[in-house]
């Protein structure tokens, strides 16, 4: 009806969306990951959403805790079911080729995945229309088999690492991501990642450390801070290299020692035959 049909629109940004064969080719914007945002805060509370995943399971979902599990369902699925496309190509105009690829956590916010992404294209000095390439945007839920289908994952999702400046991993407060299978198995092929032929791939990891703020720390200088250390006081003080040190002495300690702990043989999956 047309309560939906408006609803699709504030989702979308009004796109009529796009067909984009090659899954590893299916990025989104910023702009349209905050579209989405705005669609889960105006939706969130009206319509009487529940937390699909963790404790709070079953409990009234509010706008900031709605997770990627959260967003998969109550807006990629529902909005994406007619056309069985995956969300990218719902908002898309056009293919939008990832510059970077985001491995995350299902159970994270969306509100503080979109902070820790602007925060590293801020850092990285990337225009506001450089794509990321998200598995929960990229996939169709009608087509591909689930969330977490191993022929995406072996497939788009490696193709899509491989072409990209790098991967950037957004890490929980909690560092769940440490102990989740598919993160780590990204994190691993990222590593392995030989780069696109002219430039080693990059691994930045980002997180959030307070409401709408989120900090990183960077696979060698990011270009903020080649800006800034040309700046003065940064200039005459160390220069880029003491720039890119204060930058990142936000970053929790604690995350550091969590992610020299990693157990692969333990790590959680959603569905088992993942692991």
């Known amino acids: 009806g047309a309560k939906t049909a408006g609803s699709k629109r504030s989702a979308t940004g009004g796109s009529k969306g796009c067909s984009i064969p090659e899954p590893e080719r299916r990025g989104v914007t910023l702009a349209q990951l905050r ?22 399971a079953g409990q009234p979902l509010r ?8 967003f998969d369902r109550y807006v990629v699925r529902p909005l994406t079911q007619q056309r069985r496309c995956s969300y990218a190509e719902l908002v898309a105009t ?19 995945l979109v902070a820790c992404l602007m925060q590293h294209l801020r850092d990285r000095k990337l225009g506001e229309d450089s794509p990321y390439w998200l598995h929960v945007c990229a996939y169709r839920p009608w087509d591909d088999g689930g969330a977490t289908a191993l022929d995406l994952g072996t497939a788009g999702f490696r193709k899509a690492m491989a072409a990209v400046v790098g991967t950037v991993c957004i890490i929980d407060p909690e560092a769940r991501f440490f102990n989740r299978v598919w993160c780590l198995y990204e994190t691993y092929v990222a590593i392995a ?7 080693p791939h990059k691994h930045d990891v980002y997180t959030a450390v307070r409401r709408g703020e989120a900090v990183g720390c960077t696979d060698g200088l990011a270009e903020v801070d080649s800006a800034k250390g040309r700046t003065v006081p940064w200039r005459d003080t160390g220069g880029a290299y003491a720039h890119k040190s204060h930058r990142e002495s936000r970053f929790p300690a604690t995350l550091i020692e969590q992610a020299l702990n990693v157990k692969f043989e333990t790590a959680a999956a959603t569905e088992e035959a993942d692991r």
């Open 35 to 56: 579209k989405a945002q705005a669609y889960i805060a105006a939706r969130c509370t009206a319509a009487g959403w529940t937390s699909t995943s963790g404790d709070t």
């Open 63 to 70: 706008p900031e805790a709605a997770a990627v599990y959260d």
């Open 94 to 112: 056009k293919v939008q080729s990832p510059v970077w690829f985001a491995s995350h956590w299902w159970g994270e916010p969306v509100a503080t």
């Open 193 to 199: 990642v030989e780069g696109n032929g002219e430039t």
